[in-house]
């Protein structure tokens, strides 16, 4: 990449060089516009390259509106059908990039997330999109047309988008510029908090997850109204997997999670059939049939202490049917999340009260936009987060 460096005015600056900006740069260069992306790190896409474990879950194939929150969850629906999921597809079966389905309509690349980058700078390219990196925005001054000051040069443009996403994952270069330009211009901006992020523990559960780290299973995740029926995974911190990720955007402090261990399952009838057919069995025996033996062992010691040893047949009816409760509506209350640090997203932002739901564009100040994770609309875990990116970008690309 060049290095910044002083032009006369262009069409349309876009701070932020991730997933919305990107996008956004492709579909205003692409109706003739000049178009300028200024990227404060070394290289664009820099979340793109780590997502889905190196493959980029770039979209879902079941994406809908209910799979997003937001102060104002109708507010993403015009982007969403304007740009959909399968507009995205069809961009990278253009570039010829293999992919696969992995669960639930997500989709991952074949190879690399460095191909869906590659597949974004050919399409800039191509449309002459200009991007400079390890440009640091010094400030931001509007008067009639807005003055973006960086370390090196100026830049002046009518139009500014801001795509310079939320606080998740510091050290990929993310901060909280977007929302200072939102309040510099007057906008509202809702409070920010980790979403898609583990819990961490503490006490005698924090205990357990250490001594099960690395064991998962199957279960229902329950935060709040919401919930999610994945895999979760102990941690040596706390809790992770998809099931608890998607339940973390939807805790608040001090509130309990729910986890049914035997999502699908009679666990009552599982016990009382068992109960009568092989009553000298004990209950670890039975459960470890349907979860990780080592859980159970530890579930034993934390759930039903009193009948670790116990056969089937010698514990009542009203016990067992109050085990198979516990593992079905098992409370745990996490002490915190393991904040931005591990967050893939970051919930809140700028409130799309301020926003047109068409353009993006401010409505206290024209010629300003604002895309993508800065804007309070966060997805669910499954690539959902991409689409909003692709979808956000493209509509201000569209208006820009």
């Known amino acids: 990449m060049a290095a910044c460096y002083s032009s006369d005015m262009t069409d349309v600056l876009i701070i932020g060089g991730g997933a919305a900006g990107l996008m956004c740069a492709i579909t205003a260069a692409g109706r003739g516009r000049n178009v300028i992306v200024l990227e404060g790190s070394n290289k664009i896409g820099k979340k793109i390259l780590m997502s889905g474990g190196g493959r980029c879950n770039f979209t879902n194939l079941y994406c809908e509106p209910e799979n997003f929150l937001s102060h104002n969850p109708h507010f993403c629906k015009s982007a969403l059908s304007r740009y959909t999921q399968h507009d995205f597809v069809a961009l990278v079966e253009k570039h010829g990039i293999p992919y696969h389905e992995k669960t639930a309509g997500q989709l991952f690349c074949d190879n690399s997330s460095k191909d869906i980058v590659a597949m974004l700078l050919r399409e800039c390219k191509e449309v002459n999109v200009r991007i400079e990196t390890n440009c640091s925005i010094v400030k931001v001054d509007s008067n009639e047309i807005f003055t973006v000051t960086t370390d090196k040069e ?12 939320g606080l998740s994952i510091p050290k990929m270069g993310a901060s909280g510029f977007g929302y200072g330009i939102a309040r510099q211009f007057g906008l509202n901006v809702f409070a920010t908090r980790a979403g898609l992020v583990p819990f961490t523990l503490t006490g005698a559960v924090q205990e357990l997850a250490e001594r099960l780290s690395g064991v998962s299973t199957a279960a229902s995740v329950s935060a709040g109204k919401a919930s999610f029926n994945e895999d979760i995974l102990f941690t040596h911190r706390g809790l992770s997997g998809p099931a608890i990720l998607q339940a973390s955007s939807y805790w608040r402090p001090g509130e309990d999670i729910e986890i049914d261990l035997l999502p699908g399952f009679d666990p009552v009838g599982i016990l009382l059939a068992a109960k009568i057919s092989q009553p000298r069995l004990q209950l670890r025996t039975i459960l470890s049939n349907h979860l990780p033996r080592a859980l159970v062992v530890e579930l034993q010691d934390l759930l039903w202490p009193d009948y670790a040893e116990t056969p089937l047949g010698e514990i009542s009816n ?17 002490a915190a999340t393991e904040g931005y640090r591990t967050a893939e997203v970051t919930l809140g932002g700028v409130d799309t009260n301020e926003l047109s739901s068409q353009t993006m564009e401010a409505h206290k100040q024209p010629g300003l936009y604002f895309i993508g994770e800065v804007v309070d609309v966060t997805g669910h875990l499954g690539g959902f987060n991409f689409q909003w990116a692709w979808s956000s970008g493209h509509a201000a690309g569209l208006a820009v």
């Open 154 to 165: 100026e830049f002046t443009s009518s139009k500014l988008v801001i795509a310079t996403g």
């Open 318 to 334: 009203d016990s067992l049917a109050r085990i198979a409760g516990d593992l079905q509506h098992w409370l745990v209350k996490p």
